[in-house]
């Protein structure tokens, strides 16, 4: 049982470059985030999806765009990389039986735009 | 103002010190509080999760919920080198998908 895996662990990135963050959760969770954190800050809910084939704005959904056509996948767009964008990337999912408000979270990506 | 604040830290105590770790929000109709620990270079974890007002202990944490003040707080007893780590609160609506997270508090447990 793997859990949330994400992919790439770490990328660079010219301004102006695209890249798609992977994002894949084996606990047939409907429930999915994406969440970025600068330094000495906490996680910015970037989009999240309740479901396969529904998706919807956080707080930070600007240069991002997402997808969500299985339940076990969730990935992030970035199109045209800005120096702003630099951030570790984390995805997460959540099941809804119990009580448990248990998010499980992948370990990450480091994304670096120079 | 922010919906949650928490104070960034770093906080550093000796091994064995009781820590008590807070939150304050805005939104009086949060009714889920959780705490999450992050190692270094690692995704957070939930650590204690309470439902409303009132206190919750699992082992050495502690998890107190003051809604009439929009406080909550997490205590750690006989805190160890391993508790270093930051420490994220959280909450959520009650019929909301969304968790709002604090900005982490950074935790030293000294030996």
């Known amino acids: 049982n793997a859990g949330v895996t994400q992919t790439p662990k770490f990328r660079i990135l010219k301004i102006g470059q695209s890249m798609t963050l992977q994002c894949t959760q084996d606990m047939n969770h409907n429930y999915m985030y994406w969440y970025r954190q600068d330094p000495g800050m906490g996680l910015k809910l970037i989009y999240y999806?309740?479901?396969?084939?529904?998706?919807d704005k956080g707080e930070v959904p600007n240069g991002y765009n997402v997808s969500r056509s299985t339940t076990e996948d969730f990935p992030l767009r970035l199109e045209l990389a800005a120096p702003s964008q630099t951030s570790v990337y984390f995805c997460?999912?959540?099941?809804?039986?119990?009580?448990?408000?248990?998010?499980?979270f992948g370990p990450g990506t480091r994304l670096t735009v120079l | 103002q922010k919906e949650v604040e928490q104070d960034p830290g770093p906080l550093s105590v000796p091994e064995g010190a009781i820590v008590s770790l807070n939150c304050t929000y805005s939104n009086s109709a949060f009714q889920y509080f959780m705490w999450y620990r992050q190692y270094s270079r690692k995704g957070p974890e939930l650590l204690m999760y309470?439902?409303?007002?009132g206190n919750k202990e699992d082992g050495r944490f502690t998890a107190q919920v003051d809604k009439s003040s929009k406080y909550i707080s997490l205590f750690i007893r006989d805190s160890q080198p391993s508790d270093s780590a930051t420490y994220l609160c959280a909450m959520r609506l009650s019929s909301a998908s969304k968790i709002i997270f604090g900005s982490g508090t950074r935790l030293s447990i000294r030996p």
């Open positions: 999806s309740v479901g396969a084939g529904i998706t």
């Open positions: 309470t439902y409303s007002s």
């Open positions: 997460a999912s959540r099941g809804t039986s119990g009580i448990t408000d248990t998010q499980y």
